[in-house]
């Protein structure tokens, strides 16, 4: 397994370390000199030790007579036409947890074979894919998602797992997570009490799971952060959230915010704590379909978790299919339906794909527009 990666990154050039967040940017001549040393055998460069050492402490094979190929410690990442640089795979849909305020509605456990994960893998690699999310529903409950974080990480990827931790305090995970460290673990808190959070989850046991895999990503010094999910039924335990997120030393972010089902379904927008609904900034654009996608259980590509339809089948297709993404990008930025000839778009708050989805479900207008405060 490699040490190091190099590799563009959106008109630059990135030497990373798998599990640091710390990078070094270098100029596309180096990133020459590192791919030629790669294929013609040679060790590192005097200028790579050097780098190496400042930005991770870490002591690269000699350079003299004999020293080690660079190719053994060092992944040079080849440039693609695409310039995905981002992705996130939505592994599978089941969970086992039941919470109320999930976006997904129906989650149903499906997914793709082993061999055409793998090959969704390479066609994201094959796109430009430098970072990658590893979501579901609760990615640790799929039988391949061993597999898929080794090969995503073999791939040279900088892998984030979005998780609920239930699963996390297994040997399995631990070790897997210890030996090939991910960039980030990122884990949703539900509350800060056995009963709050079991109830919330609607799965007895999941508060004492959540607790063990914190003391446990601890002890292995894990690259953990937390989400701190906010509704109406554990609210009153917010600030005893973020004390249980300090206590065991992770960073953590607060969401408020609920949203309406990937369908459309109005089912989360009740779980709202009304007094925690936040403003959001002005939606100025996002790189949704340009430098990052989407990919569902069944390798199906949309421009985000969001914008679902109209969509790639990246099985059938391969990677050449990625070359539509953009279009649909900006056609589903279009104000459309009721937004048409709004004379606030330009500090709406929200993505127009989001707000159909809001439309579907017939929210209050409050928690998408600013037309109710007008």
Request: hydrophobic share 35%; net charge positive; glycine share 8%.
């Amino acid at each position: 397994m490699h040490q190091l990666i190099a590799s563009p990154f959106l008109g630059q050039y990135l030497v990373l370390r798998p599990g640091h967040a710390c990078g070094v940017r270098i100029p596309e001549t180096r990133y020459r000199q590192l791919r030629e040393a790669v294929a013609d055998g040679r060790p590192a460069p005097r200028w790579l030790h050097d780098a190496a050492a400042q930005a991770w402490k870490l002591e690269l094979p000699d350079t003299g007579p004999g020293a080690a190929p660079l190719g053994d410690v060092l992944l040079v990442r080849e440039p693609s036409p695409y310039g995905l640089a981002r992705a996130s795979y939505e592994i599978n849909k089941g969970c086992d947890y039941d919470c109320p305020h999930c976006y997904l509605g129906q989650k149903k456990f499906e997914g793709l074979a082993w061999e055409h994960k793998e090959r969704l893998l390479e066609i994201m690699r094959d796109a430009g894919v430098l970072w990658l999310q590893i979501t579901g529903g609760e990615p640790l409950i799929d039988r391949h998602f061993p597999a898929v974080y080794t090969h995503a990480s073999e791939l040279g990827m900088m892998v984030t797992i979005s998780s609920n931790g239930s699963q996390l305090a297994k040997p399995l995970f631990i070790d897997l997570f210890t030996r090939m460290r991910p960039y980030r673990i990122t884990l949703s808190v539900y509350g800060a009490t056995e009963g709050t959070y079991d109830r919330f989850t609607r799965n007895r046991g999941a508060f004492d799971r959540f607790t063990r895999a914190l003391a446990a990503a601890r002890e292995a010094q894990l690259p953990v952060r937390l989400n701190i999910v906010v509704s109406d039924s554990n609210a009153h335990e917010l600030d005893a959230m973020r004390q249980l997120a300090d206590r065991y030393g992770f960073p953590h972010h607060t969401y408020t915010n609920m949203s309406p089902t990937i369908a459309g379904g109005a089912e989360p927008l009740p779980t709202q704590a009304t007094d925690f609904l936040r403003q959001r900034k002005p939606f100025t654009g996002c790189n949704a379909g340009h430098t990052f996608f989407h990919a569902d259980p069944f390798g199906i590509a949309s421009i985000c978790k969001v914008g679902r339809d109209p969509n790639i089948n990246l099985i059938k297709e391969g990677v050449e299919g990625l070359s539509r993404l953009g279009s649909i990008a900006d056609s589903l930025m279009l104000r459309t339906g009721g937004c048409s000839g709004c004379q606030l778009s330009g500090t709406c708050w929200t993505c127009r794909p989001l707000a159909k989805l809001y439309q579907e479900a017939k929210a209050p207008r409050n928690a998408y527009c600013q037309h109710s405060e007008r």
